[in-house]
């Protein structure tokens, strides 16, 4: 048995290796397909012939595709991100402080979110058809159909604009005590929060009660189970495989949330980076953010598949 | 004498798609003394489940108990608290499940599941339960009674789950006891076993309880009383001999005349007649071919038959000898990956892809679920006409003719063939599904277990009209059923199959002193309507260990 | 249950029931169709026309939603609006759920080597995030509405593959699907007649949930600045245009967020409460 998990942990971590090389091919090749020569642009239209030929031919942008793919992936493999167009500084370095910033973000967001998502859908699930159950239901379908935006500005509108509490913009330069980091952070985090929980809520909640169906919990149920007990004992652990699921899912949904989030509230994160370097269409700075968000994304899913793995009674 | 167990006039009502409610089960009346098992018998849909339920104050979800009392030892079980009936649940009253494989949870070790009853009501302390549990498993004559406890359900079998589940019902000693079909979903030579620990253990330990079937033959070695219930209502009560040797009842004479094996020697055409089809050390696999050309798995290895015009061949076998594989290679869904198929004089290509369309159109195969074989799409009026199209090419007025005729052929009415299959009984389905195969004019039809999931009495009705549609068209069948009377009643040679092999060939006269162990074993392991047949039935230990590893 | 045989005629072959909150959502998505289709003809004032001195105009009873951030009329802005977000939304919908099904039928049915390649890619497509996607496919080739279409279109056709074809792999299974296939019957039957009837309604569910979400991200873009650019504006780029207003609470920026989220909660509560076919077992 010991041997059919390894291998099927295996398995799952060369599909994740074949994704991972399929995903920069197609961010690579999307981002060659700019239109306009990338040497004019960099030159500006009034450089002569000869000095876009030249760096052209420095760039390697007349060889095949496939060979500037490897070498560019070659250089990401070492670190070498390539070099902004925008204002000539190592991509690397661009990105690192930016990146550590977005992390936080993330990581703060997950810390409030996870907890709190999960609690909230198992009850509702322990609870189902209940009030409580049924204000949570509607309030997750309102939040899952609303852009993430609209949650944000209505955050401002209401705690910075209506209430005065919090500024409508962060600033982390300026953080020294904990209250500037909690008056900074608040607002992104408990947008973010709300906008991850929503789906987080409908699906921990779907996966419980799924299994709330099954003969064995009524089997359970026979045997004089209460209702707690049902649920934490028999199907919890069961649902266990989907729930990991649904978080892994939310947590690269925070991935894309962060786009929006970073926009509106000014934080300068990876993802407000990439949105301009969207503005400025800098390549390298594009692929590189696009790589790190994929690379993130993948991450995620492949260790929730894992996770799922491990917890499969079935394969122990 | 005052009953352990009082249901007077139980009314149960299950809420429809749209909201209307039906009553499922129209006052019941019921009494099981102490000591004494009572048998509820009905086909599906007959309420039994539903009442044996009620005993613990639960119905499914979409029913409710409108109206009755169900007095369990001086409770009535219908207007106890949510909390009042779990504490009764498990401790005095407990449920043995149909399906064990379903109702252990697969993330918790057996041990665990067996004395939760003990944690969730603390009637003893747990190292007490545990030493309580092994001797349980010891006298329900599990394997390895001291260390199957520590394993998880899906490490062991169908038959051993069966009997944990009773070991697991029984762990708090409760009053009365519910079997619920305990070893429907087992095969009859590991029935035999699970039927026998059953038995040992209700009357050491004097246990009172409902054991619900559709199987009567079964229930004959189990049970004191037997009721037969239809539709929700009592048709008849008595005594166990009472009811298999003088049933009142009509509707019991039917499932007794049912159950009963009537074979009258088939047909005209000798063995020795020009062969229709022919099997010719056919192996079949899954899964990956190996370096040496064999599948991963093999399901079928070197199997050889002869089908003669106008005659049955049956197969039977227990679940997992690779009688259906062998079917499904014979109508070329699973090519074997050695031998081949005759048909009529000329060798078919070993998958159907390699036919051409009137090989396929005289081999029809017929399958076990209705359910799954019609698409629920579709009407009736589809179904039929499809192939009739496809084979035949028939213009639309024709077609409708045929589609008729066909309806008429199975004994269907007209007025069913604008209907979708979810509209019709399971016996309906089984008549469209043949008819399809009608449909083709096949000269061969292979029935694959397609009297299994009907009811007794809809399964002998099938059986008949097969009888019948031979006679009238040039037909061959293979029979491939895992009941031994139903092949006995329709075959004119039986082959039995045991762990993808052939092991022996012979007539329905010749059932009765077979050569092979494994189907000595196989034949007496088929429960007889004699209340006695357990207790005198002797099989040889040796046998038993030898082919029967569950 | 088998006595029940002459019951025939009194059933009704079609029989539906929907709820009240499936009525609500049904109305307020078939109130967008028309506005949608109906806009040039019914808006007060020409979207390009400056109609306020004001700008940020509160609500009135010439400007009934107020007026953006020139003085233009909301009102006659919004219902253009919907054109944008749910013509381009139905369009990329339509795209993913023809293609996605499609290929997800013929994967499941044919298997092997067709699946597991058809597979491979398009997970790997669905594993780069949504967003993501589109913020590399603007900067390579611009935001033009067509090509906004097909990258909506483009994003969620893995999902469409994956969901249809794991339903059809169920199909699959069914010996329905067996019979037919030994009848001798071709691969388009096969997917006309036997997987798409039993598929395309919990398809279709999926489609709407897959607009709410091609509406959303086409509405995040816009916000960004990265969708639907001037001179059209769908309503995530009004929301963009009049964020300015929003300190003031103008209805400039309000209206067109509830536009946004009134279509996305009618389209979930629609397919939560979808008409649920009556089907009875025979009662005997």
């Given at each position: 048995m010991k041997h059919r998990i390894a291998s099927l942990i295996l398995a799952r971590l060369a599909i994740a290796l074949v994704t991972a090389i399929i995903v920069s091919f197609a961010v690579f090749f999307a981002t060659a397909m700019l239109p306009g020569d990338t040497a004019t642009i960099l030159l500006g239209q009034a450089a002569t012939p000869e000095a876009v030929e030249g760096l052209r031919k420095a760039m390697h942008l007349d060889d095949p595709a496939i060979f500037r793919f490897l070498r560019w992936l070659a250089g990401v493999v070492q670190g070498d991100l390539g070099v902004s167009y925008a204002n000539n500084m190592p991509v690397a370095k661009l990105i690192g402080g930016r990146l550590v910033n977005t992390l936080k973000l993330a990581g703060l967001t997950a810390i409030v979110a996870v907890p709190l998502a999960l609690t909230l859908g198992i009850t509702a699930a322990m609870l189902r058809n209940t009030l409580y159950d049924r204000c949570l239901t509607i309030a997750v379908i309102g939040i899952v159909s609303v852009p993430e935006f609209m949650i944000a500005t209505l955050a401002v509108l209401l705690f910075a604009v209506y209430l005065n509490w919090l500024p409508a913009v962060s600033f982390t330069s300026e953080i020294r005590t904990v209250h500037d980091f909690a008056r900074a952070y608040a607002m992104p985090v408990v947008t973010l929060t709300i906008v991850i929980s929503a789906q987080m809520i409908r699906m921990s909640r779907a996966a419980v009660i799924e299994t709330l169906n099954t003969p064995y919990v009524e089997m359970a149920l026979l045997k004089g189970a209460s209702r707690g007990r049902l649920v934490l004992r028999h199907a919890l652990p069961n649902a266990l495989g989907p729930i990991v699921n649904a978080v892994a899912l939310s947590l690269s949904y925070l991935l894309g949330g962060v786009i929006i989030i970073e926009t509106v509230f000014n934080y300068p994160g990876i993802a407000k980076l990439m949105v301009d370097a969207v503005s400025t269409r800098d390549l390298p700075l594009i692929q590189s953010c696009a790589i790190i968000f994929c690379f993130g994304f993948l991450l995620l899913t492949t260790t929730a598949d894992i996770i799922a793995i491990l917890s499969n009674p079935r394969l122990r | 004498m005052t009953s352990l167990v009082q249901i007077r006039d139980l009314r149960v009502e299950a809420t429809t798609d749209s909201g209307r409610t039906i009553e499922i089960i129209r006052g019941v009346d019921l009494d099981i003394a102490e000591g004494e098992i009572v048998a509820l018998i009905g086909e599906s849909g007959s309420g039994k489940t539903t009442i044996a339920m009620s005993l613990m104050g639960y119905a499914r979800a979409g029913c409710n108990i409108v109206g009755g009392s169900v007095t369990v030892d001086g409770v009535d079980m219908v207007k106890l608290s949510e909390k009042d009936k779990a504490a009764v649940r498990g401790a005095k009253i407990a449920y043995v499940p149909q399906s064990a494989a379903a109702a252990f949870n697969p993330a918790i070790r057996i041990m665990d599941q067996v004395i939760e009853v003990v944690h969730i009501h603390g009637v003893m302390p747990l190292e007490e339960a545990r030493r309580k549990a092994v001797a349980l498993f010891r006298a329900l004559s599990l394997p390895n009674p001291d260390s199957i406890g520590e394993r998880y359900p899906h490490q062991v079998s169908g038959g051993q789950l069966q009997r944990l589940a009773a070991a697991m019902a029984l762990i708090a000693s409760p009053k009365v006891l519910i079997f619920d079909e305990p070893t429907t979903a087992l095969d009859v030579t590991t029935q035999v076993e699970v039927l026998r620990a059953f038995k040992s253990v209700i009357s050491a330990h004097r246990i009172a309880g409902i054991y619900v079937s559709h199987d009567l033959a079964v229930v004959a070695q189990i049970a004191d009383r037997i009721i037969v219930l239809r539709n929700g209502e009592v048709q008849e009560t008595g005594n166990t001999a009472d009811i298999l040797e003088r049933p009142q009842h009509p509707y019991t004479q039917q499932l007794l005349a049912a159950v009963a094996p009537h074979h009258e020697p088939q047909s005209d055409a000798s063995a020795a007649a020009e062969a229709l089809l022919e099997v010719h050390d056919v192996s079949v696999g899954y899964g990956p071919l190996r370096s040496d050309g064999?599948?991963?798995?093999?399901?079928?290895?070197n199997v050889s038959l002869r089908v003669a015009r106008g005659r049955n061949l049956g197969i039977i076998g227990e679940s997992g000898c690779g009688k259906s594989t062998l079917a499904r290679a014979i109508a070329g869904i699973l090519p074997p990956f050695a031998g081949g198929v005759v048909f009529d004089g000329r060798e078919l290509g070993r998958s159907a892809r390699s036919r051409n369309a009137d090989q396929l159109r005289q081999v029809q195969i017929v399958f076990q679920h209705a359910d799954t074989a019609l698409n629920p799409a579709h009407t009736v009026e589809d179904i039929l006409g499809r192939p009739l199209t496809f084979y035949h090419g028939m213009p639309r007025k024709q077609r409708s003719a045929r589609i008729d005729q066909l309806l008429d052929m199975v004994k269907l009415p007209r007025n069913l063939r604008l209907r979708r299959p979810a509209e019709l009984s399971g016996g309906q389905k089984q008549r469209v599904n043949f008819a399809r195969a009608l449909a083709a004019d096949p000269r061969l039809i292979i029935c694959d277990e397609i009297t299994s999931a009907l009811d007794t009495v809809v399964a002998a009705a099938v059986i008949d009209l097969l009888k019948e549609l031979q006679r009238e068209l040039d037909l061959a069948y293979v029979f491939i059923s895992h009941d031994l009377s139903v092949v006995e009643a329709i075959c004119d040679d039986i082959v039995v199959m045991y762990r993808g092999r052939k092991i022996e060939q012979i007539t329905p006269e010749a059932m009765a002193r077979p050569e092979h162990p494994y189907t000595q074993l196989l034949l007496s392991s088929v429960p007889k309507l004699d209340p006695a047949w357990l207790d005198n039935l002797r099989q040889d230990p040796e046998q038993v260990r030898e082919y029967c590893q569950r | 249950m088998t006595s029940a045989a002459p019951s025939a005629a009194r059933r009704p072959r079609f029989g539906y029931r929907i709820n009240a909150v499936g009525v609500a959502g049904a109305l307020v998505v078939a109130f967008w169709i028309v506005v949608a289709v109906a806009a040039p003809s019914i808006i007060p004032h020409p979207i390009g026309d400056i109609v306020d001195t004001d700008y940020f105009g509160p609500m009135s009873r010439e400007l009934w939603l107020g007026s953006d951030y020139l003085g233009r009329d909301m009102t006659s802005r919004i219902l253009m609006g919907a054109r944008y977000t749910l013509g381009i939304s139905v369009a990329s919908v339509i795209i993913a759920g023809v293609s996605g099904v499609t290929l997800g039928m013929i994967a499941a049915i044919t298997g092997g080597v067709v699946d597991m390649v058809l597979s491979r890619l398009l997970d790997a497509l669905s594993s780069i995030p949504s967003k993501l996607f589109s913020l590399v496919v603007v900067a390579a080739v611009g935001s033009s509405i067509p090509v906004l279409i097909v990258t909506m279109a483009v994003i969620y056709i893995p999902g469409a593959y994956r969901f249809a074809r794991a339903l059809a792999v169920n199909i699959n299974t069914m010996d329905f699907v067996t019979v037919a296939r030994i009848r001798g019957e071709s691969l388009f039957y096969l997917i006309r007649a036997e997987i798409l009837p039993n598929i395309i309604g919990p398809v279709l569910v999926d489609l709407g949930l897959r607009f709410v979400f091609i509406v959303l991200l086409l509405s995040g873009m816009s916000f960004l600045g990265l969708g639907v650019r001037p001179p059209y504006a769908d309503w995530g780029a009004l929301v963009r245009e009049n964020i300015g207003g929003l300190p003031y609470a103008a209805p400039a920026v309000i209206f067109p967020s509830l536009a946004i989220a009134s279509l996305t909660i009618a389209v979930n509560l629609l397919i939560d409460n979808l008409p649920t076919k009556i089907r009875d077992r025979e009662t005997s």
């Open positions: - | 064999q599948p991963a798995i093999v399901a079928v290895e | -």
